[in-house]
């Protein structure tokens, strides 16, 4: 039977990342049927709308999407599509594989960590008071008058929400993903040193988790010390597990181990709904050029296929473009030794290797 997937090309480089990824899954031999949908700049430029309702609509109907990237402007202009959607269906659980293929450029060649991101809470909740507008007045007043804490004059102030719920589900789901896929201990990461009552709370939640889960490892770090020994010793870390605003930083780093963004992937998981995507931007300046590397969502491709239970696939799938990596000869440019090598092959040319891989 097929699996009716929501498929969203999304704007800049990410028609011929769609393109690329639908190929190489559908090669695997597992059917789909594709509904595809707008999302991001170009449709809000023709609509007013980054995320149409059709679109939602869409996710709420097939339970399952796979999204190319979408521009966020910086500054002003419309919020984060990928918030927005987090937000919409309650996608609470962020997964990103950093694991390193052998074939790659990387100073780290062994790691091999999963982050776990909580999605909905924390500095990203949205709740944000701009500069010297009434409501960041009578915010900062109720501040200084009421809880002694003053905030200086022409202040943005941001809220960092962190709940007792949202800590242990997003800890319970790094346990569980260690669980299903046999992965040998668990880290929280916090700075409940000094957010005593924020991180406090989350590391207190993870250890009262952590005891649920006996026949996994656990242990915490704080988020800076982390970060040092991401980049001196990643070998020693297997699933990752912070609030929001750290694992998205994290999460980057993590991909910067492993060679960069273009090899990341990214699930993000509800109780109800699902959203497969790369952790990287949508790069304008290359759309339209067949240059810019499938990979990170090929590999997003690869997560949704396990998440609809199409392990032998995920695993051909995977395997294919492990070994096309490790080959070397038909990849794109940012694989090659030298970023500009003249051997180097477009998006398109990169999944037809993929394809051939598994069909061999």
């Known amino acids: 039977m097929a699996h009716s997937v929501t498929f969203i090309p999304g704007d800049g480089t990410g ?12 090669a695997t031999g ?15 430029e023709e609509e007013g709308d980054p995320l149409p309702e059709r679109t939602l609509e869409s996710i709420r109907r097939n339970k399952v999407a796979i999204k190319s990237p979408t521009t966020t402007p910086v500054g002003t202009g419309h919020r984060s599509i990928n918030v927005a959607l987090r937000k919409e269906f309650d996608l609470y659980a962020c997964i990103r594989p950093c694991k390193a293929y052998e074939g790659v450029r990387t100073r780290f060649p062994d790691t091999d960590l999963v982050i776990v991101r909580e999605n909905t809470e924390d500095l990203y909740a949205g709740i944000e008071f701009e500069k010297d507008s009434d409501e960041e007045e009578k915010l900062a007043k109720f501040l200084a008058e009421e809880l002694d804490s003053p905030v200086r004059e022409h202040s943005g102030i941001s809220i960092k929400p962190i709940s007792v719920f949202g800590s242990e589900r997003i800890v319970e789901a790094a ?9 040998k201990k668990v880290t929280a990461a916090h700075k409940a040193n000094i957010m005593k ?3 406090g709370l989350f590391l207190e ?3 009262e988790v952590a005891e649920r889960h006996s026949d996994i490892e656990f242990e915490d770090r704080i988020i800076d ?9 990643p070998e020693e870390y297997d699933v990752i597990v912070l609030p929001n605003l750290y694992g998205d930083i994290v999460s980057d780093l993590g991909a910067g181990l492993i060679g960069g963004l273009g090899l990341a992937p990214g699930a993000n998981i509800g109780t109800d709904s699902a ?3 790369a952790t990287h931007g949508s790069a304008p300046k290359y759309k339209g050029q067949n240059k810019v590397n499938p990979t990170a969502l090929m590999l997003s491709g690869v997560l949704m296929l396990r998440h609809l239970d199409e392990d032998e696939a995920a695993d051909r799938m995977e395997g294919a473009i492990a070994e096309v990596i490790r080959k070397g000869d038909k990849v794109t440019y940012d694989l090659k030794p030298a970023r500009d090598d003249e051997s180097a092959v477009g998006t398109s040319e990169f999944a037809d290797a993929v394809i051939e891989e598994m069909n061999k």
């Open 15 to 26: 028609a011929e990342l769609a393109e690329a990824t639908k190929r190489v899954l559908e």
């Open 30 to 44: 597992v059917e789909f049927e594709w509904d595809f949908q707008d999302a991001g700049v170009d449709v809000y």
């Open 175 to 183: 346990f569980e993903y260690a669980k299903d896929y046999g992965r």
């Open 197 to 199: 009552y924020s991180d």
């Open 205 to 207: 939640v993870a250890r």
């Open 225 to 233: 010390n982390l970060c040092n020994q991401l980049v001196s010793r």
């Open 275 to 277: 959203i497969f995507e």
